[in-house]
């Protein structure tokens, strides 16, 4: 029974397309969190929710927009694709946000070209 | 922002020695959490530090959360082929910062059997 799991695993599309990114966590926390890992292997936080509130939102493009319909989902919606938008996204939960133990999902690998 | 320098970025080393990685940052954390990253797989969480001085093993794996709290260390003793993947460190502030992980830049382990 996966912990968190997000779909797809690997998204591979055009410059310009409209993708979605989904991610569920069947462990009851509260916090939910998109991370971002590059080329070069680096984790950077992008969103966090608690509780279906943002209370993260590191300068990312607007063109990104998370939405969490219920606190055991976190989508991610990317709209009008760019190449440098090619990175693994992950998918993450912690308990609250006063604990730091993110548990993380396997990953969607997006190919933009 | 907040920055933590991993090092070493990579190891290469013989099955059964004993390996040692660090993080240092520029400001003060209240947790510091170890993951590994398996090639293909989100990061696990192998130790999670809550104290200042704090020393905790796992297994073969020990970490400790230094005193200044701007440093941390992970020890793995008696390497097997199986260690082999990326390990990042992942500090969280209090603050504004509440949730957010700030994550090293990795270190990857080779093991030669």
């Known amino acids: 029974d996966t912990a968190v799991s997000q779909t797809p695993k690997y998204l591979v599309t055009q410059m310009g397309n409209d993708k979605s990114i989904k991610c569920e966590q069947n462990?009851?926390?509260?916090?939910m969190y998109w991370y971002k890992q590059d080329s070069k292997k680096f984790l950077k936080i992008m969103f966090s929710?608690?509780?279906?509130?943002?209370?993260i939102n590191e300068t990312v493009p607007n063109r990104f927009s998370p939405k969490s319909p219920d606190k055991a989902h976190l989508n991610l919606h990317i709209n009008s694709l760019e190449l440098g938008d090619s990175a693994v996204y992950f998918c993450?939960?912690?308990?609250?946000?006063?604990?730091?133990?993110?548990?993380f999902g396997q990953g969607t690998r997006l190919t933009v070209v | 922002g907040q920055q933590l320098n991993q090092s070493p970025q990579s190891m290469f080393i013989q099955e059964g020695e004993d390996v040692s990685m660090n993080c240092t940052s520029s400001?003060?954390?209240?947790?510091w959490l170890w993951y590994k990253q398996d090639p293909g797989e989100g990061p696990v969480l192998l130790i999670a530090?809550?104290?200042?001085?704090e020393l905790t093993s796992n297994g073969r794996l020990t970490a400790q959360f230094g005193i200044t709290r701007k440093d941390s260390f992970l020890n793995i003793s008696a390497s097997i082929p199986s260690d082999v993947g990326i390990y990042f460190c992942?500090?969280?502030?209090?603050?504004?910062?509440?949730?957010?992980?700030?994550f090293g830049q990795g270190t990857i382990l080779t093991v030669h059997p």
């Open positions: 462990l009851g926390h509260d916090t």
């Open positions: 992942a500090g969280r502030a209090g603050g504004t910062s509440y949730g957010k992980l700030t």
């Open positions: 993450a939960s912690s308990q609250d946000r006063g604990h730091g133990e993110a548990f």
């Open positions: 400001s003060i954390f209240n947790t």
């Open positions: 530090l809550y104290k200042a001085g």
């Open positions: 929710y608690n509780n279906k509130e943002l209370i």
